[in-house]
Structure formats: C-alpha cells, structure tokens
C-alpha cells in the first residue's frame, strides 16, 4: 500500500503565498511523475502543475509564472510553491503521484483546502 499525506493548506489574502507538500510513503519502488491537481466547487478537476522523475515539469496555463512544482526524490516529496495566489486559485488540491509498488499505478491523496480571499 502506498499513501500520499498533504499539507500546507489554508487560507490567505490575495497576493499571497502558500506551500504545499505530498509525502509518499508506503512499499515504494519507484516514482515516475508527480504532480498536483485542483478543484473547485461545481467544477471539473483539473491538473494544476507535474514534475516527471528526471524534474521537467509542465504547468497549467492558469499558474504559469506563479506557481512552482519541485520534488525531493530522496524524501518521496513533491512541493507546489504558490505565489501571487488569486481567488479563483480556491479549490481542494490533490496530490497525485504514478508509482511502482508491486506494479505501476496512480496514487492520490486526500486533498488540502486552499482558500484566497480577495
């Protein structure tokens, strides 16, 4: 079994900054990509950003220039620095991350809110 535990969600004021960041634990062999997803109430998840083993990333086009993806292979982590937050950037964020355990698969986490007010 492999969980993913989020944290660093909250609430802050527009134009500011949060720090997210998904442990992976559990029988872990590998880990491919990892990446963040996002929802919003009455909305459709959409990814918010990911970041392949070897540190490309791709970013939705909705963050670009805000937020910054990054992991710590040696610690099963993956981070989503949030700068320049707007009120539309409230959502349940999901970690998410393609793993080998006794077989290739996708592992979500729980979900941390993140609210922005304006």
């Known amino acids: 079994q492999v969980q993913l535990v989020e944290s660093g969600g909250g609430l802050v004021q527009a134009g500011g900054s949060l720090r997210l960041s998904c442990a992976a634990s559990?029988?872990?062999?590998?880990?491919?990509?990892m990446g963040w997803s996002r929802q919003a109430p009455g909305k459709q998840r959409e990814l918010v950003a990911q970041?392949?083993?070897?540190?490309?990333?791709n970013y939705a086009d909705s963050v670009k220039g805000r937020f910054t993806i990054s992991r710590d292979n040696a610690k099963n982590t993956v981070y989503l620095q949030m700068d320049s937050l707007k009120p539309e950037d409230t959502a349940v964020y999901y970690c998410?991350?393609?793993?080998?355990?006794?077989?290739?698969?996708?592992?979500w986490g729980q979900g941390t809110q993140v609210t922005v007010s304006s």
């Open positions: 970041i392949n083993s070897g540190g490309t990333t």
């Open positions: 559990g029988s872990i062999f590998s880990i491919n990509r």
């Open positions: 998410n991350a393609y793993v080998r355990s006794n077989r290739w698969d996708w592992v």
